[in-house]
């Protein structure tokens, strides 16, 4: 407990006098090095943690949450009448894919081919975004490609292009590569260049024909009516498709978020330092205090004040700057998590500068995601520097002779 003797001293030190100018401005520089290392901490972990969910949206968007594929025969369809199945999943499609080349005015690319039915393809998120431009169907020799892809190739709706299939076609004069004209009906636009640039959607039935598959071929896509818990609910599709391969969107894209998550800690470890540094200042502040307030405490001493309420008194000193400094912090580090896309149009405009260009990370604003959860770390990390901080300038107050003080002050 503390009592109101403790509380009164330890208000009064912290008033601001003019002879203690030094000691004065040591505290306020320890104010504004904790709070600037709590709010860049939030700020930066709330652009990873943005960054990181809007590559996730993106790669969900273009890909299915879970994929089945039979090992040798075709995947058991009494299967998708699964109890357990239907509460998890929203949609449920069947697809295929292959590598081809794209030929088009003396170019020629290789991009991967999705094949969907009609009626699953117009299911699929990329396609009831507000990007998409054509029509949502995949008819026989239609094929839908990415903006980026279209850009590269010079191509638009209604364009004619010839795909090749490495499937070949016996002929007199031996084994040619098979090749099939398609119309451009529609472009799509994931927000990512690599799906954008490399991959197209033609008909299942048409890919299937153009490359040689059977039916048995086919994937299983699975799309999750709650993504978050993708783990636990790839465990419940892998015990209802025992005999087939399952994998996940997160398996596929493992080595991506690990080097996001190793990258997040690291920045988090780095920029805890100006914490540490701007906390040492705390360690300066007060023992300029104790060697100021010499006089100060060898009276209370005197009076019979305990030396564990000096200790209380210094250390409440240092806690209380640390705490108030960090909950400062926190409030500029929401402040600035929440308009930080206004913060960098404003830069962008004064200084005629394109800050996070979208042609570099293909998002069209800067993402910001403030997670309370991080916060709360962010708090108690500096709180409990401060704190540790704090010890040794307490104890060495309580340690002062009186009697010395009073000889020598």
């Known amino acids: 407990m503390i009592s109101t003797l403790e509380k009164e001293i330890t208000f009064r030190f912290l008033k601001a006098r003019k002879k203690d100018g030094f000691l004065n401005v040591i505290s306020i520089f ?8 709590v709010a860049v901490l939030i700020i930066v972990m709330s652009v990873m943690n943005g960054f990181r ?12 949450h879970i994929t089945v594929k039979s090992y040798d025969s075709s995947i058991n ?18 697809s295929n894919s292959g590598e081809a080349i ?56 209604g364009d004619e292009i010839i795909l090749m299939s490495p499937s070949g076609v016996e002929t007199i ?18 927000g990512l260049a690599e799906f954008d640039n490399n991959i197209a959607f033609i008909n299942l039935n048409t890919l299937e024909e153009f490359f040689g598959f059977n039916i048995s071929d086919r994937n299983l896509e699975i799309y999750l009516k709650n993504s978050n818990k993708i783990e636990s609910q790839k ?11 399952v994998y996940s969107w997160a398996d596929m894209n493992s080595s991506l978020f690990s080097a996001l998550k190793v990258e997040r800690n690291v920045m988090f470890i780095i920029l805890s330092l100006i914490i540490v540094v701007a906390a040492f200042n705390i360690i300066s502040g007060l023992t300029i205090l104790v060697k100021n307030k010499t006089k100060d405490i060898a009276i209370l001493k005197s009076i019979g004040v305990l030396n564990k309420s000096i200790v209380k008194i210094f250390f409440l000193v240092g806690v209380i700057i640390g705490t108030s400094a960090t909950a400062f ?15 960098r149009e404003f830069l962008s405009s004064i200084f005629n500068i ?23 770390l962010i708090a108690i990390c500096s709180i409990i520097i401060t704190v540790i901080v704090s010890i040794f300038p307490a104890f060495t107050a309580a340690k002062l002779d009186p009697i010395k003080a009073l000889k020598y002050e």
């Open 173 to 190: 004069i031996g084994n040619l590569p098979k090749q099939k004209k398609f119309i451009i009906t529609s472009i799509f636009n994931s």
């Open 329 to 343: 912090g926190i409030l500029l580090g929401v402040t600035f998590s929440i308009y930080i896309e206004n913060l």
């Open 30 to 37: 320890s104010f504004i090095g904790i709070s600037l290392g």
């Open 77 to 94: 369809q009494k299967k998708l009448n699964s109890k357990n199945l239907s509460l998890i999943s929203k949609n449920i499609v069947f």
């Open 53 to 64: 969910s809007e590559l996730i949206n993106k790669i969900v968007g273009f890909n299915s």
């Open 354 to 376: 394109s800050l996070f260009p979208e042609e570099i990370y293909f998002l069209s604003k800067m993402p910001s995601e403030i997670n309370p959860t991080s916060i709360f």
């Open 102 to 157: 794209i030929l088009k005015n003396n170019t020629s690319k290789g991009i991967v081919l999705r094949g969907y039915d009609n009626n699953d393809f117009s299911k699929l998120e990329i396609i009831n975004n507000d990007k998409f431009k054509g029509k949502k169907l995949l008819l026989k020799n239609f094929i839908s490609i990415g903006n980026e892809l279209s850009f590269a190739l010079d191509l638009q709706i």
């Open 235 to 245: 465990m419940i599709v892998q015990k209802i498709f025992d005999e087939e391969f």
